[in-house]
């Protein structure tokens, strides 16, 4: 699945577009990014609903490749600027975090086995 198909899928505003070709196979959602960090392994999406830049930090480290913040957050322009400078896709939907995971997982994007 794209990225722009991500977006679509959650009824998505784009707030940072990186590359929207770019494909994704997994996708991960967690408020603690300690979590993301111990536990998180070859996710190409991050679901948050945490507001703070170690959000983009964390998901550069993984390699990820999209952020999509939920509820309806829309995060400050520090994250939004960092999140440019690391060509990464910021999105915002205004699903809940079990929601979007649910609607990604039903339109084929799966987590980690």
Do not use: W
Not at 55 to 63: C, G, I, N, Q, Y
């Amino acid at each position: 699945m794209k990225v722009s198909e991500v977006a679509k899928v959650l009824h998505s505003e784009i707030l940072v577009e990186g590359n929207l070709d770019e494909e994704v196979l997994t996708a991960c959602g967690s408020d603690m990014m300690s979590d993301v960090l111990a536990f998180v392994k070859n996710q190409s999406v991050l679901l948050t609903g945490l507001m703070n830049p170690q959000v983009v930090r964390t998901a550069e480290m993984m390699d990820m490749h999209c952020i999509i913040f939920v509820r309806g957050k829309t995060p400050d322009q520090t994250i939004l600027n960092l999140a440019e400078m690391k060509d990464m896709t910021v999105l915002a939907t205004p699903y809940r975090m079990f929601t979007a995971c649910g609607k990604l997982y039903e339109a084929g994007l799966r987590g980690e086995e």
